[in-house]
């Protein structure tokens, strides 16, 4: 109910020439929208997380929508600096893509090219070693495409019956106790993509065809190489994807993902992305300690000249997003009027 009246509340200030009006404020001038995509569906992926997935023709309808609203995209490290040194052309934008996944490579990276847009990767690393797919987000996936059906040999995998498929819910809770275990026997990704293979055995999934497919992977190794070599900017977002709260953990985490994008782009990364938009004040130091210099969220704004730079706020743009949204956004309005802030804390929530 409320996301409706906001919507009809949009509609009605883009109609009465409010977009254009802050759009070429001096306070929408003063201001970065970091944009923030996820994952550009190979198949179906958007159908069974919106909020993750979108389309391909949708990215490609926002690409033309910034070029339609006079938007300036710009490299994200030159926007940072420009926005400190008050310096922004107007209605300035940066595009990022968190994860670096192997669907970016396919989708989204041949539209960005076609419409010659500057973009960033924040990568992380571990699985572009391995070509394997991300253990949670596939168990998440199988049972999503075999909602209908029953489930045989669960209690191999450590799972107790009976066992609802049906929800968001009762498929979280699996995965939920699939991560659990993984976590407490301290598996290693490739031990965690045999349990993956068994949990497709059990749900009739061929698993060597699924893999074969490249979804929910990550770019390779000679992916990553080629799409920095082509003018990407590959940055960091953790080796493992997680942000330990023990200090020389974490840095650690940051250390291995800049010598691996190193080794594979032959660049140095300094911009940071936390991993599930998580994060906490004591980072702040331990990033500036590892020479980051900026890093982002997933708390929904624009980015201002004096705000802190380990916490950028920017726009998760999803499937979910209307057009008239989007373009409130671009325009600054979207912030403005935006009723909830900050990103959910945790790493992992169902949908319903
Ligand atoms: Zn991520």
Known sequence: MLREIKLAALDLLRSAGAFGLIANSQWRRERLLIL????????????????????????????????????????????????RSRDLPSRSVAITFDDGTHDFYKQAYPLLKKHNYPVTVYQTTYYTDHEIPIFNLTCSYML??????RFSGAKELGLSEPLDLTTELGRHRIVRTLIERSERENLTGLQKNEIARRLADG??????????????????????????????????????????EDESLFRRE??????????????EASHFCY????????????????????????????????????????FVDTTGRSQTEFESWLSGVGSLVAVRKAASQTYIVPED
């Open 36 to 83: 923030c995509y996820h994952g550009i569906s190979l198949e179906d992926e958007h159908q069974w997380r919106p909020g993750l997935y979108m389309q391909a023709a949708l990215l490609e309808q926002r690409l033309e929508t910034l070029r339609a609203m006079h938007c300036s995209v710009l490299p994200l490290g030159e926007a940072l600096t420009r926005l």
């Open 144 to 149: 999503w495409k075999r909602r209908g059906v």
């Open 203 to 244: 749900l009739g999934i061929d698993y060597t065809a699924f893999t074969g497919k490249r979804l929910l992977q990550l770019m390779n190794a000679q992916e990553v190489a080629e799409v920095a070599r082509n003018g990407v900017d590959v940055q960091l977002h953790s080796h493992r994807h997680r942000t330990p």
């Open 254 to 267: 940051i250390t291995e993902n800049r010598e691996r994008i190193r080794a594979l782009t032959g660049r």
């Open 275 to 314: 991993p599930s938009g998580v994060y906490r004040p004591e980072f702040f130091g331990w990033l500036k300690k590892d020479d980051v210099i900026s890093a982002t969220t997933c708390d929904a704004g624009l980015a201002g000249c004096d705000d802190n730079p380990f916490s950028l706020p920017r």
